[in-house]
């Protein structure tokens, strides 16, 4: 190859990667798009191959383009944990640290424990964002998140994974219905209710589905809404039933509803701090999930203290 790849090149081949399209990666870089495309023209051809072709939904990388969206990524990432550990030594800790979350994750404690985190390192900036588990897994492997915090019955399989946190799922119910005087309830006992859906096509309603199918049933919702506030509305108006992690819906808990624990095995979910290989992670990276885990340790020895 004739020359050398500099950072800015790498970084505006990502950005069109990832956005499908060389006007947007163009706007989110502040670089007009003429330039980015005789950048990447320029590495086609010391390459020798193409990088980009046009698809259905965009554009899309070739096979080279994928070697080298990967490669990219890891070059820019240990530039990125360079500035970071070197800032060290100047005016205290200083980085962007990029999280994705799960719903359940972002309603319980993680915004509090990242409030702490960045009272501790106020130079420090996190990038939060919410994702389903599957799509934060694959974004922590392919690099464009640096770490994920969901629930751990996602393959996590090449990645590192610290217990976190971990929550119970319940039955909401109208206070007035039956099920209201019980102290825990198997979900297959749930099954011939008339049901409202949470978060639609998320982790939580695929294992419920799975369960169902195991009970031999099928799971048909009556309305499906997005939030646990608008769940707990809905079932406090005597619409239906609504499976809901006990410690996110709690504050929602108004009256008119009860909220009755599930005894299944399952129904105790355990979430992760998960991240590449620590030697691929940025400093400031490193020190939130430490952070994180202390932060649920401290909890716990908390609620053990407390029996």
């Known amino acids: 190859m004739a020359r050398d790849f500099d950072p800015v090149t790498l970084r505006l081949f990502v950005a069109v990667c990832e956005e499908r399209s060389i006007a947007r990666a163009a706007a989110r870089e502040a670089i007009v798009a003429s330039a980015v495309s005789?950048?990447?023209?320029?590495?086609e051809r010391d390459v020798g191959a193409p990088l980009l072709v046009r698809g259905r939904r965009g554009i899309e990388a070739t096979a080279a383009g994928e070697?080298?969206?990967?490669?990219?990524?890891?070059?820019?990432?240990?530039?990125?944990?360079?500035?970071?550990?070197?800032?060290?030594?100047?005016?205290?800790?200083?980085?962007?640290v990029r999280v994705a979350a799960s719903v359940s994750a972002l309603a319980e404690r993680l915004p509090d424990d990242i409030a702490t985190f960045l009272a501790r390192f106020?130079?420090?900036?996190?990038?939060?964002?919410?994702?389903?588990s599957s799509d934060i897994a694959r974004s922590v492997?392919?690099?464009?998140?640096?770490?994920?915090?969901?629930?751990?019955?996602?393959?996590?399989?090449?990645?590192?994974?610290l217990a976190y946190r971990s929550d119970h799922l319940c039955v909401a119910v109208p206070s007035g219905h039956p099920f209201a005087a019980r102290k825990r309830l198997r979900y297959e006992q749930t099954l011939e209710e008339i049901t409202i859906g949470v978060?639609?096509?998320?982790?939580m309603e695929t294992m419920l589905r799975r369960q169902a199918a195991l009970a031999g049933k099928s799971l048909?919702?009556?309305m499906e809404v997005s939030s646990l506030d608008a769940a707990c509305r809905i079932v406090a108006a005597g619409?239906?039933?609504?499976?809901?992690?006990?410690?996110?819906?709690?504050?929602h808990v108004r009256s008119g509803l009860t909220l009755v624990p599930l005894s299944d095995p399952?129904?105790?979910?355990?979430?992760?701090?998960?991240?590449?290989?620590?030697?691929l992670l940025p400093a400031t990276a490193r020190l939130l999930i430490d952070h994180l885990r202390e932060q649920a340790q401290g909890s716990a020895q908390a609620k053990r203290g407390q029996r």
Request: charged share 25%; aromatic share 4%; net charge neutral.
């Open 38 to 43: 005789k950048r990447i023209a320029a590495v």
């Open 67 to 96: 070697a080298l969206l990967r490669q990219a990524r890891d070059v820019l990432g240990a530039m990125e944990r360079m500035r970071a550990e070197l800032s060290e030594f100047s005016s205290g800790v200083q980085g962007n």
């Open 122 to 132: 106020p130079t420090v900036r996190v990038s939060l964002v919410e994702h389903v």
């Open 141 to 161: 492997r392919e690099g464009s998140t640096d770490v994920g915090v969901l629930w751990d019955i996602i393959d996590l399989s090449g990645l590192q994974a």
């Open 199 to 203: 978060a639609p096509g998320g982790t």
């Open 220 to 222: 048909v919702h009556r």
């Open 239 to 251: 619409l239906g039933i609504a499976i809901l992690p006990r410690e996110a819906a709690t504050p």
């Open 266 to 279: 399952w129904a105790e979910r355990r979430f992760v701090v998960c991240s590449r290989a620590d030697p």
